[in-house]
């Protein structure tokens, strides 16, 4: 009894020392951001390997989910006759929910986790004590970048991802199932607020981005650093970053819609 | 990878992800309609509003001239008054305009629609419009039905 009390109790102070630790890096690294701006080129650099290169997936990915919210759509929509609304179903859900949480999701298992990785192995093979022997802060030089880079891409990503997805739902809904074009495009400017739906989903990509780099770039810089502990932060940052967007993403939806 | 090269690749991606914002800000919201300013707004009062909302649709002869704004309670005569933003282009709406609420389709959302009198007079900013008549409520319409039929029965 008092073994199970004191683990819970191990845990939760464990809990909160590495959420405190993990405030106190990410109040470090905006700080530190400033000390980009005579630097651009480090944060574009990131920007390339973090964003560009996870711009593959976000396509193929946003084309498919919106093929299958098209196919999906159409099947449950014509029982009701109101298939000419395929369109505002489409768009509302790549919008609002899919294209921010789903593009986060994938944002955090291709560049979350590398960033993750890179940063351990930086630690474990001593190069950030190295830089600081050289007097280069690895905060500016390693995590700012990443962090800022992190930051612009998801909701980019997020944007590429709905407009794709929409393009998918166009070609499946009105390409092979036959919907009106004009009823498909304009139900959905009809239907779509640019306040209420687009700048909120823009608002939910910008929080998911936020945390999920926080999450990627912490758990690097505190890795443990041998093999094991940088494969621990690896799947931590990916299993973290996963949860937080999920929970993040019914607290957002419930205060942004009712 | 050359630093030219990624630079151009980071600027190209920056690009695609700003047009897929406009694409969807342009073609699948409703910016056109935020748009265009000088509209103005129409009252009119309904006993009964059915399931009309903000940002029904107001239409005549079946083309939208404008949405339903905000929908308020007037406590002193219990009704429900209801504010149209009306598009500029649709000015020439006659004094004597009437107001009702319809459904679109058997199950389809709710919508005021306008009937043009024939006054020369013409409606302007924030004029009530007075000749009005409520949404239809199935529930009401049943039990009248059934009202009339039990007194044919007799």
């Known amino acids: 009894m008092t ?119 930086m630690k474990a093979t001593e190069q950030l004590s190295g830089m600081e022997m050289m007097a280069v802060d690895p905060l500016r030089r390693v995590a700012a970048p990443r962090f800022l880079a992190g930051i612009v891409s998801v909701p980019l990503l997020a944007a590429i991802f709905s407009a794709v997805g929409i393009l998918g739902g166009y070609l499946i809904g009105v390409g092979l199932l036959g919907v009106d074009e004009g009823a498909f495009w304009s139900q959905m400017q009809d239907k779509v607020d640019l306040k209420d739906d687009i700048l909120n989903g823009v608002i939910k990509s910008v929080v998911f981005g936020f945390v999920v780099i926080w999450i990627a770039v912490f758990e690097g810089y505190d890795s443990v650093p041998t093999s094991e502990g940088v494969s621990g932060a690896t799947t931590r940052t990916v299993v973290h970053s996963s949860l937080a967007i999920l929970g993040l993403d019914f607290v957002l939806t419930a205060l942004m819609f009712d | 990878m050359q630093s030219k090269t990624m630079e151009v690749g980071v600027g190209i991606f920056v690009a695609i992800g700003i047009a897929a914002l406009f694409m969807l800000a342009m073609k699948v919201s409703n910016i056109a309609e935020l748009a265009t300013t000088g509209g103005y707004t129409l009252k009119a009062r309904f006993e009964n509003v059915g399931g009309l909302k903000v940002r029904s649709p107001v239409k005549m002869a079946g083309v939208r001239i404008g949405r339903v704004a905000a929908i308020t309670f007037d406590d002193k005569t219990y009704e429900a008054v209801v504010v149209m933003d009306i598009l500029p282009e649709f000015s020439r709406l006659p004094k004597d305009t009437s107001a009702s609420i319809f459904t679109a389709g058997l199950l389809g959302e709710q919508y005021v629609g306008l009937d043009a009198g024939g006054e020369d007079r013409f409606l302007g900013p924030d004029d009530e419009i007075t000749l009005t008549q409520s949404a239809l409520v199935l529930e009401q319409v049943i039990g009248q039905f059934l009202f009339s039929k039990a007194s044919e029965g007799n």
């Open chain 1, 3 to 121: 073994e199970a009390l004191r683990r819970l109790g191990r845990w939760g102070v464990r809990f909160f020392e590495r959420l405190g630790r993990g405030s106190i890096f990410l109040f470090q690294v905006l700080v530190a951001l400033p000390s980009l701006l005579p630097r651009f080129g480090l944060a574009v650099r990131q920007v390339w390997s973090i964003g560009v290169r996870s711009l593959a997936i976000i396509v193929v990915a946003g084309l498919f989910v919106g093929m299958v919210l098209g196919l999906q759509g159409y099947n449950t929509l014509v029982d009701f006759g109101a298939e000419e609304s395929l369109g505002i179903f489409v768009a509302l859900t790549l919008v609002r929910e899919l294209g921010p949480v789903v593009s986060a999701l994938l944002f955090a298992g291709r560049a979350g986790s590398a960033v993750s990785a890179e940063i351990g192995l």
